[in-house]
C-alpha cells in the first residue's frame, strides 16, 4: 500500500473528482504515517473529498432531495388544514393556536424521517458495489460514516427551513428568534445521534426496501405516540405512560418552550440525554459493523 495516495471519487458520481492531493498534477501529499495510522488531517481532507462526492451525486440525482422539500410542506399543510380547527379548539384556541403548537413538534419528526436516509444510503453504496471501492482506498473508515452523516444533516436543515417557511405562511408567529435556533440546533444533535440507528440498520439489512420498513415500523409508533401532533392529556393512560418517556415528546415539547414559550428545562435534558445514550450505544456498533460487513 503506498503512502502517498490521491482519494478519487469519480466513478460514484458522475462528472465528479474529487483528491485528497493536488488537483494540478503534482505528487499527492503522503495520507498514511510510518506507523501506519492515517493523520486527522488527512482524515478531515477525505471526508470532505467524500461529503463533495455526496454532495455531486445529489445533484445528479435531485429525486433523492423529494422527501426533504416535500415532506415539511405535505405534512404541514395537511395537519394544520385537516386537523387544525378540532385540535386548535381543544388547545383553547383556532387553527391559529394549532399552527403554534405542530410547527415544532413537525419539526423533531423532520430530524426523525430525515435520519432514515442515512441507513438507505449505506445500503445503497453497498450493493453497487461504492463501498468496496472505498475499502480498497487508504482512506479513514471513518471519513465515510462522518461523511454521510455531514450530508444528511444539510438535508435535515433544507427540510427544516422549508418547515419553518411553511409554517410562517400558514400563520406561525416567530417571536423567539434564538429559541428557534436553539430548537434547531437541539433537533439537529438528535436527529444526528437517530443516525447510528441507521446507519447500523443500513448495513445489516439486505436491501433499502427492508431499511425503510424497519425505520418505518420503528417511526410509526414514536411518532403517534407523543406529543407532536396532538396534546397527550386525552391518551389512554398507558400510552400517556408511553409517551412520558417518549424521546420524541422531550423534543417536541423543548422545542415549543424555545419557540413559542413554556416550560424547557426538563425536556430539553431529557433530549440531550437521549442523543448522548444513544450515541454511545449505538455508534460503536454501527462502526463495528461497518468495518466487519463482508
Known sequence: MSSATTVTTSGDA????SGSG????SEAAPVISAD????????????GALVRRNLLWIRQDPESMFDA??????FTLLFVYVFGGSIGQALGGGQEAYVQYIVPGLMAMMGMNMAMGVGTGFNQDFNTGVMDRFRSLPIGRGSVLFAK???EILRMLIATTILLVVGVLVGFDITRWPGLFAAVGLSVVFGSALMWIFITLGVTMK???SVQAMGFLVLMPLQFGSSIFAPT???PGW???FTEYNPLSSLADAARGLMVGGPVAHDLWMTLAWSVGITAVMAPIAIHKFRTKS
Open 36 to 47: 501506519g495510522r492515517i493523520p486527522l488531517r488527512s482524515h478531515l481532507r477525505h471526508t
Open 239 to 241: 400510552l400517556q405512560s
Open 14 to 17: 458522475p462528472g465528479s473528482t
Open 22 to 25: 493536488s488537483t494540478d498534477g
Open 149 to 151: 452523516i455531514a450530508v
Open 69 to 74: 422539500v416535500l415532506f415539511p410542506i405535505v
Open 233 to 235: 392529556g386525552s391518551m
Open 207 to 209: 436491501n433499502a426496501q
